[in-house]
């Protein structure tokens, strides 16, 4: 950001200056509580990097600055899972497994590939009417915890958490809470 020299993609001075993260809430449809770290507009740039090599260490940098301080200062006392939204990899990572990896602690074990989309459709610029009419279909595959955290990089409209919720739900996961790493509707 500073164009400085710096062995990280990121250097820690402009992570202290600008990657900062603060605390928004929001709610879902049915009243499902999601946390967000960042504004959109201030990490839109970052977020654009998800699909090419250099995404996997802005991704880290930017999970690591958020999600993983919230992991460490969660104090709940039951052991909960993290699981991220479609975490199957599109080219050769996965952007949210990165993000619920990293909430991996004492007290939240992330678990991989139990939420995958079947329908991959895009949603970059659409409206949520085209949203609401190509769902995700989420394929949910088994896993024994109950309390779960649902987890990706970013909502907009809600339609994906939203869905997400409903199957975990129906399955009859408890879903404590969702993170993202930024709401678009922050201004």
């Given amino acids: 950001m500073c ?3 710096s062995l990280k993609h990121i250097c820690k001075t402009c992570q202290i200056e600008y990657l900062t993260p603060s605390l928004y809430k929001r709610h879902l449809a049915d009243g499902t509580l999601v946390l967000s770290f960042y504004k959109y507009n201030d990490i839109k740039d ?3 990097t998800k699909h090419t090599d250099i995404g996997f ?3 880290n940098i930017l999970a690591k600055n958020s999600l993983k301080k919230f992991a460490e200062n969660f104090t709940l006392e039951e052991k909960i899972v993290s699981i991220a939204v479609d975490d199957n990899p599109n080219e050769k990572y996965s952007h949210t497994a990165i993000l619920s990896k990293i909430l991996h602690s004492s007290r939240i074990k992330s678990l991989h590939n139990k939420l995958i989309a079947k329908n991959t459709v895009s949603y970059s610029g659409k409206s949520k009417a085209y ?3 190509n769902p995700r279909n989420f394929q949910l595959k088994k896993f024994k915890q109950k309390s779960v955290i649902v987890v990706d990089d ?3 409209t809600g339609s994906t958490l939203q869905e997400a919720v409903n199957i ?3 399955a009859g996961k408890e879903v404590l809470f969702c993170l993202t790493l930024c ?3 922050q201004q």
Avoid: P
């Fill in 3 to 5: 164009e400085s020299l």
């Fill in 46 to 48: 970052l977020l654009h």
């Fill in 57 to 59: 260490y802005i991704y």
């Fill in 131 to 133: 949203r609401l009419s």
């Fill in 154 to 156: 970013i909502i907009t």
């Fill in 168 to 170: 975990l739900k129906a």
């Fill in 183 to 185: 709401d678009v509707s």
